[in-house]
C-alpha cells in the first residue's frame, strides 16, 4: 500500500519526536541517579565533616574519634553503623564516604583494609576533602567519588518516580508530536495538492492555471514560479495561434496572387505583361523574404548562425546605415540625422549582422514616422559599454504594448493592410542577433505619437 506524502510526514514528525523523547528520558534518567548519588556522597561527608569539628572542639584532638563516632546515636545528623550485636559495621559500608585520616594521613575510623591508627599512601589522598576549624585543617574526608554503594528504598522511590514523570512526558510528547505533525502535513500537502491538480489541468490543456501563493518559502516560490510557467504557457499559445494565422495570411496573399495569374494566363484571358511579371515577382519576392526571417530567427535561437565577431566602429556603422538610407528617408520627407559623437571604442561584432539590425531599425522607424518628422543615430561610451541608439518621433507604443515589442509576430498595430508584408519579424530578428553577439536591446516610448527609442548596448571591445 502506498502511503500518502501527509502520513509520511506524520511518521517523520513522530519519528523525531520519539527518538529525541528516548534520547532525553535516557540522559535524565542516568543523570538523576548521578545526581543523587551524589547529593548523598555529599551529605554524608557533610554529616561526618560536622561531626569531626563538633568532636574537636570538645577534646582539642581528632585522637579517639572513632569511640566518640560509635557513641553517636543521636542528634540526627550523623548515625553509626552498627549491627544488632552493637558492633561497628567496616566503614565503608557508610555509603558516599570511604573513610576519614588526621592530618598524618591515619586513619581515625577503619575502612578498606586499613584500621585505626594505619598511615594511608599519598596516592589515596588525591580526592580527600580539608576538615577544618577556625582555618586549620585537622582531618582529610575520603568521599566516594565512584559512588560504590547503594541507594536506600526512599531514594529507589524518588527515582521510580522520576522515571514515571519521564514516560509520562514522553507520552504526551509522542501526542504532542502527532498533533503538530497532523497540522504541519496539512500545511504542506495542501499547497503541493492544489498544485498537483493544476498540473494535471494544465497537462490537459488547460494552460492558463492561478495557484494561490499562501507563504514565501520555498513553496511559495514554487508556486509563482508555476504561475509564471503557466502564463507563458498560455501567452506562447495564442503566439503560436496567431503565428499560424499570420503565416496563413502573409502567404496565402501572395500564392493567390500568383495562382489567379497563371490561371488566367492559362485560359489566355490576359497576356504576361512586363507589369504583370514585376507583380509576380514582388509577391515572389515577399515570399522569399519570409522564409528568409524564418530561418534566420530559427538559426539564431538554435545557435546555428554562424558568426564572424571582430572590432567595428559603432560610428561607421551608424554612418554606413545613414548613407544607405538617406535617399529612402529624403524622398519620404524624413530627416536621417546622427548626433554629435566624440571618439567612441570599438564593439566585437558580426558588421554584416549589425547591418542587419540596423536595416530592420530603420525601415521600422521609416514606416512609422510621418512626413516631416525626423530619425536620429547616436553613439554613446559608459564605463564598460557603447550605446548605440535609434529615435524617431513617430508614432510611438503604447505602454501595454512595450514589454512584448520583441516579440515575433507581435503587431501593436492590429491594422494589417497598410503593412501587408510585414509580419513582426523585424524586432525579433534584431533582439536575437544582439543577444547572440553579448548584447542588449530595449525600446523605449512615452505613449502613442510621441516616438520610440532603441538602444543597443555592447561591451567595449578590449583592443
Known amino acids: ?78 548515625q553509626p553503623n552498627l549491627d544488632p550485636s552493637g558492633n561497628p559495621l567496616q566503614q565503608h559500608e557508610i555509603r558516599g564516604v570511604n573513610g576519614l585520616v588526621d592530618t598524618q594521613y591515619k586513619a581515625l575510623i577503619p575502612f578498606f583494609s586499613f584500621e585505626v591508627g594505619q598511615t594511608l599512601p599519598d596516592q589515596m589522598m588525591k580526592d580527600a576533602i580539608a576538615v577544618k576549624v577556625n582555618g586549620d585543617t585537622i582531618a582529610w574526608v575520603l568521599p566516594d567519588k565512584k559512588h560504590q554503594f547503594t541507594l536506600n528504598p526512599q531514594e529507589e522511590l524518588f527515582l521510580r518516580r522520576i522515571t514515571s514523570a519521564i514516560g509520562l512526558a ?84 501572395p500564392l493567390q496572387v500568383i495562382s489567379g495569374y497563371i490561371e488566367m494566363l492559362e485560359e489566355s484571358e490576359v497576356s504576361l505583361s512586363p507589369e504583370r511579371i514585376e507583380i509576380i515577382k514582388a509577391e515572389i519576392e515577399h515570399l522569399r523574404r519570409l522564409v528568409g526571417d524564418l530561418t534566420t530567427l530559427t538559426q539564431v535561437e538554435a545557435q546555428t548562425l554562424e558568426m564572424q565577431i571582430q572590432p567595428v566602429s559603432p560610428v561607421e556603422l551608424l554612418r554606413h546605415v545613414q548613407q544607405i538610407y538617406a535617399p529612402i528617408a529624403s524622398r519620404k520627407g524624413v530627416t536621417l540625422d546622427m548626433e554629435p559623437v566624440g571618439e567612441i571604442p570599438d564593439i566585437n561584432v558580426d558588421e554584416g549582422r549589425m547591418l542587419q539590425v540596423m536595416k530592420n531599425l530603420v525601415e521600422n522607424a521609416l514606416r512609422y514616422t510621418p512626413t516631416g518628422g525626423k530619425i536620429t543615430f547616436n553613439a554613446v561610451k559608459n564605463d564598460q559599454t557603447v550605446e548605440l541608439t535609434v529615435c524617431d518621433n513617430g508614432v510611438g507604443i503604447e505602454a501595454e504594448d512595450l514589454p512584448f515589442v520583441f516579440e515575433r509576430f507581435y503587431q501593436a498595430d492590429k491594422t494589417r493592410g497598410a503593412n501587408r508584408g510585414k509580419m513582426g519579424l523585424g524586432l525579433a530578428i534584431c533582439k536575437a542577433l544582439v543577444l547572440s553577439q553579448n548584447g542588449k536591446i530595449a525600446a523605449e516610448s512615452d505613449g502613442k505619437g510621441k516616438g520610440t527609442t532603441i538602444r543597443i548596448t555592447f561591451p567595449r571591445s578590449a583592443n
Request: without cysteine; neutral net charge.
Open 1 to 78: 500500500m502506498t502511503k500518502s506524502l501527509r502520513t509520511k510526514l506524520i511518521f517523520s514528525y513522530l519519528a523525531v519526536a520519539l527518538i529525541t523523547v528516548m534520547v532525553i528520558s535516557v540522559l535524565i534518567r542516568l543523570n538523576s541517579s548521578q545526581s543523587l548519588m551524589t547529593l548523598v556522597s555529599d551529605q554524608q561527608t557533610a554529616l561526618l565533616t560536622e561531626e569531626v569539628q563538633n568532636y574537636y572542639k570538645l577534646q582539642n584532638t581528632t585522637e579517639g574519634f572513632y569511640d566518640y563516632y560509635l557513641q553517636v546515636d543521636q542528634g540526627g545528623k550523623f
Open 170 to 253: 514522553a507520552l504526551a510528547g509522542m501526542i504532542v508530536a502527532v498533533v503538530m505533525g497532523i497540522l504541519l502535513a496539512n500545511g504542506i500537502v495542501k499547497p503541493i495538492r492544489r498544485l498537483t491538480k493544476a498540473s494535471k489541468s494544465l497537462a490537459e490543456g488547460e494552460l492558463r492555471q492561478q495557484v494561490p501563493v499562501t507563504s514565501t518559502d520555498e513553496l511559495g516560490q514554487l508556486t509563482t514560479t508555476f504561475n509564471q510557467m503557466s502564463d507563458d504557457l498560455a501567452r506562447a499559445d495564442e503566439q503560436r495561434k496567431r503565428l499560424t494565422a499570420d503565416i496563413t495570411h502573409d502567404l496565402s496573399t
